[in-house]
C-alpha cells in the first residue's frame, strides 16, 4: 500500500517570502502522479499542482514549483512571492496509474502567511 | 459550470437515525469517490466506483454504503449513524482521460452525530 508522509504540520511565513512545504511518499509502483491540492478555510479542495512520475521536469504553475525527486520518493511544493491569500492547508497526494486510482494523501501542513 | 454539488453543507444528526449524503456531477465523469476528512489524519477514501453499477470499497468503509445507479449521482448512506462518523466528507470525481489531472471536488459536508 502506498503512504504519504507530510513532516511538517504546520508553518508560516511572511508575506512576500519563500516557503517549501514537504512531502515523502512510498510506493513500489514506477508509474504514477502526485498532487498538491490547497484547502482554504472555505474547505474547498483545489489543485495546485501535478505532476507524473515519468516526466523528469519538475512541474511549474506561476508561483507554485515542485522538487520532484523520484528516486527519493520526495516531492515538495515551493511557494514563492507568498500571498495572504495562500493562507490554507496544503495536502500532498498520490495516484498510481492503474486500479482504482484512488487519491492517498498526506495528513496536511497547515501553512499560515504572516502580513 | 462544471461542478460537483454535494448536499447538505452542514447535517447535525442523532446515533441511529439513517441518513444520506448527495452527490451529483454534471462533466459525464467515470469514476467517483467518496472521501473523509478528520484532523490528523488527512482524506481517507470511503467508496468509489468507477462507472455505473460499479462500485467498490475504500480504505474505511465500515459503516457507509453507496450506489451508482445513473452516472451523474453517487449518494453515500450512513443506515446507521455513530458519534465516530462525526467528520468531514467530499465526493469527488474525474473522467478516465482527465484521471491524470486529478479529481474535482465538492465542497464538503460537515457532519456530526451526537
Known amino acids: 500500500a502506498q503512504t504519504v508522509t507530510q513532516s511538517q504540520p504546520e508553518m508560516s511565513v511572511q508575506e512576500a517570502e519563500t516557503v517549501t512545504l514537504s512531502c515523502t511518499y512510498d510506493t513500489s509502483e514506477s508509474n504514477y502522479y502526485l498532487f498538491w491540492y490547497k484547502q482554504p478555510p472555505s474547505r474547498q479542495m483545489i489543485l495546485v499542482i501535478r505532476q507524473e512520475a515519468y516526466k523528469q521536469q519538475n512541474a511549474t504553475e506561476n508561483r507554485f514549483s515542485v522538487n520532484f525527486q523520484k528516486a527519493a520518493k520526495s516531492f515538495s511544493l515551493k511557494i514563492s512571492d507568498s500571498q495572504l491569500g495562500d493562507t490554507a492547508m496544503y495536502f500532498c497526494?498520490?495516484?498510481?496509474?492503474?486500479?482504482?486510482?484512488?487519491?492517498?494523501f498526506g495528513t496536511g501542513t497547515r501553512l499560515t502567511i504572516i502580513p | 459550470e462544471a461542478q460537483v454539488t454535494q448536499n447538505p453543507r452542514y447535517l447535525i444528526t442523532v446515533t441511529g437515525k439513517k441518513l444520506t449524503v448527495t452527490c451529483s456531477q454534471n462533466m459525464n465523469h467515470e469514476y467517483m469517490s467518496w472521501y473523509r476528512q478528520d484532523p490528523g489524519l488527512g482524506l481517507r477514501q470511503i467508496y468509489y466506483s468507477m462507472n455505473v453499477e460499479v462500485t467498490d470499497k475504500g480504505d474505511v468503509p465500515e459503516g457507509y454504503k453507496v450506489s451508482r445507479k445513473e452516472k451523474r449521482n453517487f449518494p453515500l448512506i450512513l443506515e446507521s449513524p455513530s458519534p465516530n462518523q462525526t467528520s468531514l466528507y467530499f465526493c469527488a470525481s474525474t473522467s478516465r482521460q482527465g484521471i491524470a489531472y486529478g479529481y474535482t471536488f465538492g465542497s464538503g459536508t460537515r457532519l456530526t452525530v451526537v
Open positions: 497526494a498520490f495516484m498510481k496509474n492503474f486500479g482504482n486510482e484512488k487519491l492517498t
